[in-house]
T-cell receptor, first 111, second 111 residues
Framework: SQQGEEDPQALSIQEGENATMNCSYK?????LQWYRQNSGRGLVHLILIRSNEREKHSGRLRVTLDTSKKSSSLLITASRAADTASYFC???????????FGTGTRLTVIP | DADVTQTPRNRITKTGKRIMLECSQTKGHDRMYWYRQDPGLGLRLIYY???????NKGEISDGYSVSRQAQAKFSLSLESAIPNQTALYFC??????????FGPGTRLTVL
């Protein structure tokens, strides 16, 4: 399986601080995506970064991709209590059509 | 109205029973997916379909079957449910290899 791994598994920060989550994967990819899941609910797509991109921004989100290290990071700046959720990275392997999900980082933002 | 709907939202059943989970989408996407999520884990792909006549096995298809009745409908069946199929099940849709849109999930408990 090409399932990625997120690090850390859990992260607890104060409101206003930045949160950084990392994702590592095993084989070459077409793109990497980050999703958010509130407890027991469906996943919501946050951002997609292609294999030829190194950095992407969306609002308070910043994603980087290092294909040489097979890793990505998600930075959430100025966190809010409403950012409390689980965050998953997912990859589309080169030549494949499906997403492979990591095990997620559980983020808690303390008001 | 939600773009991806799942029915039922919750189901409790007994070992050996046949169960069908249904998914409908209004996004007009050709691609549809079924995933399961177990506590503390990411999503694992059960089956996927890229159009009405296309059905493909995912990582964990044993014990499951699917039917793509129309572009907008994709159902998942458990022919003879067993307790280790207790999980949260998600349907998703996508337009090619771009982001996926998830339904709200079905919580299935097999006693």
């Amino acid at each position: 399986s090409q399932q990625g791994e997120e690090d850390p598994q859990a992260l607890s920060i104060q409101e206003g601080e930045n949160a950084t989550m990392n994702c590592s994967y095993k084989t070459s990819i077409n793109n990497l995506q980050w999703y958010r899941q509130n407890s027991g609910r469906g996943l919501v797509h946050l951002i997609l970064i292609r294999s030829n991109e190194r950095e992407k921004h969306s609002g308070r989100l910043r994603v980087t991709l290092d294909t040489s290290k097979k890793s990505s990071s998600l930075l959430i700046t100025a966190s809010r209590a409403a950012d409390t959720a689980s965050y998953f990275c997912a990859t589309v392997k080169t030549g494949a059509n499906n997403l492979f999900f990591g095990t997620g980082t559980r983020l808690t933002v303390i008001p | 109205d939600a773009d991806v709907t799942q029915t039922p939202r919750n189901r409790i059943t007994k070992t050996g029973k046949r169960i069908m989970l249904e998914c409908s989408q209004t996004k007009g996407h050709d691609r549809m997916y079924w995933y399961r999520q177990d506590p503390g884990l990411g999503l694992r792909l059960i089956y996927y379909s890229f159009d009405v006549k296309d059905i493909n096995k995912g990582e964990i298809s044993d014990g499951y079957s699917v039917s793509r009745q129309a572009q907008a409908k994709f159902s998942l069946s458990l022919e003879s449910a067993i307790p280790n199929q207790t999980a949260l099940y998600f349907c998703a849709t996508s337009d090619r290899e771009r982001e996926q849109f998830f339904g709200p999930g079905t919580r299935l408990t097999v006693l």
